[in-house]
């Protein structure tokens, strides 16, 4: 399997168009050692001929042209095969309507992601344009299936989606349940023929015995980076919320992902989803230090893992 990281960062990406903290400001004007990076999305493949994406940034299209192999070869056709959708949050969501150039398009998705997105969102008739344009693929919980490509062929990938602590989207606050356990998923990808397996974290909101049991056994786990620190948004005045009141458990500190996740023995391990305001991201700082003296890795756009 080769995993492909097309964009690392949280949503806004980094540098964020309306941020000029040390980080957005130091990598706009090459004051710090950090580098630039697009809102996350991760392709993947079992074979290097048929891919998949996991989610769809609003980054997708610059993104795609990132990276020759996803590059349709010829006129109206492309090699991806189908979309997975981890939870319906806007950074990985809002690429699906950029896919809309009449093309037919496979989305996995819980039911409840599904429906967050396509219910009472006119933009989604961007996305109806002739009959099944969009064939929605559902993601049961806890049951392992065979990955599809677009007409039906098995992918050489199996994938199990795994109930993850996590939040409704934003634009719908307040109109859905908020303790809906499809509301957010791990998934776990599994290659048929040398059993390998990758697991797929980007919002975790605390961690769970689920947490730990998505990961089992795993050959790569990408987790969370969002945010080093529970008051990171609040401290400058950013925003009145916790890291933890906005489902993204922190990786520092006594209590943070890096501590209490660190027992895996999971070979690589990677943070993914990192807000532009994450001190890890500069490349000589103590809490990147920290984060690589415990094993694991800071993803970046153009990372290849391979499995
Ligand atoms: C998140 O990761 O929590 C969301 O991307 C936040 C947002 O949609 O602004
Ligand atoms: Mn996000
Ligand atoms: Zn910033």
Redesign the pocket.
């Known amino acids: 399997m080769l995993v492909r990281v097309l964009g690392s960062a949280?949503?806004?990406g980094f540098p964020q168009w309306n941020c000029a903290c040390v980080n957005c400001r130091g990598v706009r004007e090459g004051l710090i050692k950090a580098s630039p990076r697009t809102q996350e999305s991760v392709c993947l493949s079992a074979d290097d001929g048929d891919w998949f994406l996991i989610n769809a940034s609003p980054d997708i299209c610059s993104q795609i042209e990132s990276f020759s192999p996803i590059h349709p070869g010829r006129s109206r056709a492309t090699p991806i095969q189908a979309i997975f959708l981890t939870n319906g949050?806007?950074?990985?969501c809002l690429g699906l309507l950029s896919l809309r150039e009449n093309h037919r398009l496979v989305i996995y998705a819980t039911q409840s992601v599904r429906r967050g997105f396509t219910e009472g969102n006119v933009l989604y008739r961007t996305l109806q344009r002739f009959a099944d344009q969009v064939t929605w693929r559902t993601l049961k919980l806890g049951v392992e299936e065979t990955v599809l490509c677009e007409d039906g062929r098995p992918s050489g990938l199996t994938v199990k989606a795994m109930p993850i602590p996590g939040?409704p989207?934003?634009h719908l606050e307040g109109l859905i349940l908020t303790e809906d356990p499809e509301l957010n998923v791990g998934l776990r990808f599994r290659q048929g023929t040398n059993g390998r397996v990758l697991t797929y974290l980007s919002?975790v909101g605390r961690i769970t015995p689920s947490v730990f049991e998505v990961m089992e056994g795993s050959d790569c786990v990408m987790f969370d980076g969002?945010f080093w620190s529970s008051d990171e948004l609040s401290t400058p005045g950013f925003l009145e919320k916790s890291a933890e009141d906005?489902?993204?458990w922190p990786v520092g500190g006594p209590e943070g992902s890096l501590a209490m996740v660190s027992k895996i023995t999971t070979p690589r391990r990677v943070f993914i989803?990192i807000n532009n305001t994450n001190p890890m991201l500069r490349e000589d700082s103590l809490e990147r230090k920290i984060v690589e003296a415990a094993g694991w890795e800071v993803a970046w756009d153009g990372m290849e893992i391979r499995l």
């Open positions: 949280a949503g806004g949050d806007l950074d990985h939040k989207p934003v919002a969002t906005l489902a993204h989803h």
